[in-house]
């Protein structure tokens, strides 16, 4: 079963990275490859998504949730494949509502944040996943240059949760003030 959570975890790993991919040249070029990509990247998302899932379920069943706990390490890597997942969830939820206008104006903005965002996420959970394989890489160091040392249990203070809440609040209300003024 160990071995079934490595192998299985290359499946988001590399749809996430694919569907990111697809986001940027969907966004930022023109022509058939942008019009592919854009086309293409609802099927690779819910791929992603289900293989994040059985990643995560794997995980879960190989491992007891005292040893996972146990470690710094292991929590942070749950952490941020629950991240990766929820970001990833958030972006298949656009583009299948929004379709292809999920890249129109100023809305593929937040398509080409997400993708970013949920970038980092996964590549930090599949770096924490090799440091407890005992594959550390040098993107552990990059983490650490951003101030966070990988053996220590991921912390954010108190004002950020509460700025990203303002954030969330703000950019909802600008969002159905926007749709008033279009209905
Ligand atoms: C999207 C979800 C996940 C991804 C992408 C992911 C990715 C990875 C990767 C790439 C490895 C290294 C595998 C190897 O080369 O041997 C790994 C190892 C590991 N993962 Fe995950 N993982 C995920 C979720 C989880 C969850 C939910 C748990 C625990 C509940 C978990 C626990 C572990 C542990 C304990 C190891 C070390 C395995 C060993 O010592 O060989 N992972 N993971």
Redesign the pocket.
Known sequence: M?GT??ML??F??GFWALATLMILVGVFLSGRLAELSRAALLPVLILSLIG?LA??IV??L??PMEA?LASPL?RN??LM?FW??GIYTMITVLVWKAGDAAFDGNRRWALVILALTGGLM?SA??TL??H????ATAFSDVLGLMGWEVYTTFYSPLWVSAVMVIIGIALGALGIMNRRKKG
């Open positions: 160990n959570h490595a975890s290359h988001p790993v994040g990643a995560i995980g879960f190989v491992w996972n292991t890597h749950i494949s990766s997942l996964f959970a599949g996943g090799g407890l394989a005992g594959a």
